[in-house]
């Protein structure tokens, strides 16, 4: 009981800058989150909630929802979007920013689970790479973080619960496995980690209820799925192969090489830093496998692997025409960073002095997240008012939505949302307020 009573003192104090840190950010969700559509949010949500309401039957309806253009198809944002229409009767973007970065709350939990074991302080480590602004693009729109941080949280839990080692909780693997992949395009690679945990197991059966599941939902998903990418954009995937690596090590090495900088401007020196910054982690990486860590801690070993997999997967299929180190990636390169801070502690903790272990922890961290409010809070506030003054031009004049093309079609999706009452309009008096309130 004594021995509890301290546990809990010790605690007490990284749980209260965890909580601290949980509440900045909720905060400046309230603050800055705004009920405007973004971008994808005209196509994945208005258009689809008003098709998904014009179908006919359950089975169309169903249909809708599984539809999807290319390899990701965010169902987790249909489905999410749906509950919202039925509990309020209408679709209020804020409120859909709200639930998406409770997934952030979940993902933070479950690396807290993983790795109390090894070190108290690394609750204020995990919360401050979690908990702040620097991939604001994924914060604040609708559909990113409904999908991205969903698959998160769906993909971590899953590799969380099939180290445990019991059969209940392999099978809830296999649930939140299937979750990921339809959340986000990088879900897929929770089946082939979780595969390697059930060979590294030597489990016949879970390997083959792993493929079967594999095999089973791929095909579900991919029923009905067009083509994304054009036979140019195929081939220059192909002709660009040199740039891959390069990609790869941005990718990774961005939430840091990044971290005086946001959005797609980034000047040389950051792209530098970051390209060395993922260098050294895909070193750390291959070290990690020379040296068999999977043998010593297979869950964080696994998290790990995602991470690469994940800056692998998007390197081959998403940087033809956008960039590495958008804010929108971040949030992945800022966990694999994490990851490899916890596996660095988890290895060599007993050679650390203490000081250097609150140094990687605690102060590096506050500092990180200190810095990154101040270089990207910027970014956040001038995005709600470019959202809000969008609106309230386009209310006005017919055009200045925020979304990359198809201005007509936006407008006509917002008219046709408002008329059935499945999106309100935000008034006047609200989008002025908003542009002007910082």
């Not at 070190?119 to 620097?134: D, E, G, H, K, N």
């Not at 296999?174 to 959340?183: G, T």
């Not at 966990?335 to 272990?357: F, G, K």
């Not at 500092?367 to 270089?375: A, K, N």
């Amino acid at each position: 009981m004594t021995d509890e009573r301290n546990l809990d003192r010790k605690l007490l104090l990284p749980l209260s800058v965890m909580f601290l840190l949980c509440c900045i950010h909720f905060y400046c969700l309230f603050r800055y989150a705004i009920n405007v559509p973004f971008s994808d949010d005209y196509n994945e949500i208005l258009k689809n909630m008003n098709m998904i309401l014009d179908s006919g039957s359950v089975g169309e309806s169903a249909r809708q929802i599984l539809h999807g253009n290319g390899y990701s198809k965010p169902i987790t944002v249909r489905l999410i979007t749906l509950l919202h229409n039925t509990i309020l009767h209408e679709i209020n973007f804020k409120y859909l920013v709200y639930t998406g970065n409770l997934f952030l709350l979940a993902t933070c939990i479950v690396f807290i689970r993983s790795t109390l074991s090894i070190s108290r302080y690394l609750i204020v480590t995990i919360a401050c790479f979690v908990f702040q602004p620097q991939y604001w693009e994924a914060i604040y729109q609708s559909t990113l973080s409904n999908s991205v941080f969903p698959c998160l949280f769906f993909s971590l839990a899953a590799i969380y619960c099939i180290t445990r080692n019991t059969t209940c909780c392999d099978a809830v693997a296999l649930l939140l496995a299937v979750l990921a992949q339809i959340s986000f395009g990088n879900g897929f690679l929770v089946y082939p980690i979780l595969l390697m945990v059930a060979v590294y197991r030597k489990n016949i059966r879970l390997c083959a209820a792993i493929l079967v599941v594999l095999v089973g939902c791929t095909y579900l998903y991919l029923t009905g799925t067009t083509v994304s990418y054009s036979v140019a954009q195929q081939m220059g995937v192909l002709t660009r192969q040199k740039l891959s690596s390069v990609w790869l090590l941005e990718f990774i090495g961005s939430a840091l090489g990044y971290a005086f900088g946001s959005g797609y401007d980034h000047d040389l020196s950051g792209r530098v830093a970051s390209i060395v910054i993922g260098g050294l982690v895909v070193l750390f990486y291959l070290y990690l496998i020379g040296r068999k860590y999977y043998k010593n801690n297979i869950l964080l070993f696994s998290m790990l692997t995602f991470f690469i997999l994940t800056a692998l997967l998007a390197s081959q299929l998403r940087f033809t025409t956008e960039v590495p180190g958008a804010s929108r990636y971040q949030i992945q390169s800022a966990l694999c960073i994490l990851t490899v801070l916890i596996v660095i502690l988890d290895r060599y903790a007993s050679l650390l002095n203490r000081y250097v272990i609150i140094g990687l922890t605690v102060v590096f961290p506050l500092l990180f997240v200190l810095v990154s409010y101040t270089t990207n809070l910027t970014f956040v506030v001038g995005h709600k008012t470019r959202l809000a003054a969008g609106m309230l031009s386009w209310k006005r004049s017919g055009s200045g939505l925020t979304i990359w093309q198809g201005q007509e079609a936006a407008g006509q999706l917002l008219f046709q949302s408002s008329q059935r009452g499945l999106y309100r309009i935000p008034f006047d008096q609200e989008l002025i307020t908003a542009v002007w309130k910082r």
